[in-house]
């Protein structure tokens, strides 16, 4: 079993910064072998794509709305994946989720569709105020 927890969400005034973390955990998962990626839901929509890293770090991918606003990282020591948000906007406002892939992959790629990951965390709200 793979357990998924993250952490940082909150309420911020528009312009303002968070960061977020999803520490993985499991007997039989490998951190360092998983590609992880950040996901969110607004109210009434669909879950989208908003970043992604390779499973050594090298390889970072992001929804095209980020616009060099977030920032994904990995830290395969501490097991945690981290998405800075700056410069947040209204738009922003939603759930944000971590999701983990455990199915092989080459150490460079990176994934962007829910289908292709395998473990879900429960998610962090993030309000943006304007």
């Known amino acids: 079993q793979v357990q998924l927890v993250e952490s940082g969400g909150g309420l911020v005034q528009a312009g303002g910064s968070l960061r977020l973390s999803c520490a993985a955990s499991g007997r039989t998962f490998t951190f360092s072998r998983s590609a992880m990626g950040w996901f969110r839901q607004a109210p009434g929509r669909k879950r989208e794509f908003v970043a992604a890293?390779?499973?050594?770090?090298?390889?970072?991918y992001y929804a095209d709305f980020v616009k060099g606003r977030f920032t994904i990282s990995k830290d395969n020591s501490k097991n945690t994946v981290y998405l800075e948000l700056n410069n947040l906007k209204p738009e922003d406002t939603a759930v944000y989720y971590c999701a983990a892939r455990s199915r092989p992959s080459y150490s460079s790629d990176v994934y962007s569709t829910p289908s292709q990951y395998d473990y879900w965390g429960q998610g962090t709200q993030v309000t943006v105020s304007s």
């Open positions: 890293i390779s499973r050594s770090g090298a390889n970072t």
